[in-house]
């Protein structure tokens, strides 16, 4: 079949591999003009390591892997630490923690002879007919599909276009998160160790791993009305968020945000449907089923659904009515675990008052001489 798949983030790339590999011709379009690797770590857990192991990759993404979350660190104003989290966070065979661009370039790298990756293009209109979808481009050129797949993350333009505008689904948890590009703390002294600072209702971090450092901000929010591709309207709400706090690191990330030109910044949201499939179109991802960075499980599940509908196609012989039903009561179940793992997330990272914040620290493992 011709396949048009939109986003060329984990689940787009992994839906490219999967059906290219079938045999199917698959367009994977992406609006940025490359790769988009910016943003914390991610994690591949649990059936996603026997998929990657499935695609042949899990020895490349052995070797991308790193260890960030062992060495969290919380600190108070001053910078001293206060406490840590536990050992066995992040070290376990079945979660692999690995740098975003890694992996996107892993899976980018295998993707078969008929996968076709246009980047710097995006989907305007959709219309479906009985034998076919037509798509059109921001490019101006329609094309014509057998199947259209969106799998461009939590502000999907597909399922907006297919299934209503965002509101109906979205599911805000309370937070906004963002990271920061921050070069200067790369060769930090301390280099392992990644120091995390609570005020009420705020986190301000900074991660390294590999050769990096990013900044890592968080704060306690109702939704914001602001668009999302607006990178200026985004470091404004940072400002305004923490431009009070004079201590710890928190006026260096701030500087960092106001020089780095692609900052990662958005609501820590869910995605709720009742269905991912609509007559030619299905979503797969966060487009339809984003559990949030509290899971920890967005990457996972990308893997998981792409996999599960590419072999569904292929048991139906193409049939889509037949495989989207197919993959959506595979995939509900995983979806439905992972969601519901984030009750109390937030005010664990974030405590929304200074009690709460001494509350959290006292259930942290101490930080020994030499850690």
Known sequence: MKILVSGAGVAGLSLGYDLGIRGHHVTIVERADHLRGNGSPIDIRGDAIE???KMG??????????????????VDENGTAIGRLPDDIGD???????????????????????????LSQSVNSIAEH?????????SGDPE???????ADGMHSTVRRLVFGPERNWIRHLGLYVASIDMPGEADAEAERINPMFNYPGHLAGIGRFKDKAIAVMMFASDLIDYDYRDVEAKKKILFDQFAECRSWKVPAILDAVR???????????????????????????DAGYCASPLAGRGTSLAMIGAQFLAEELDRSDGDHVTAFPRYEARMRPYVEFAQGTVEGGAALIVPPTQEAIIERNQMLQPVEAGQ
């Open 92 to 118: 376990s065979p079945d979660d692999i923690e690995i740098d975003r661009e890694d992996l996107y370039w892993i899976l980018a790298n295998a993707l078969p002879e008929t996968v076709d990756l246009r």
């Open 51 to 53: 998929i990657a192991e």
């Open 57 to 74: 990759l899990l020895p490349a993404i052995h070797d991308a892997r790193i260890r960030m979350t062992e060495q969290v660190h919380f």
């Open 144 to 150: 014509s599909y057998d199947l259209v797949l969106g």
């Open 130 to 138: 009985d034998d076919r979808v037509d798509v059109g481009f921001a």
């Open 259 to 285: 020089d780095d030109p692609d900052i990662y910044f958005d609501s820590v949201s869910q995605i709720h449907m009742p269905t991912w499939h609509r007559g030619r179109v299905a979503l797969v991802g």
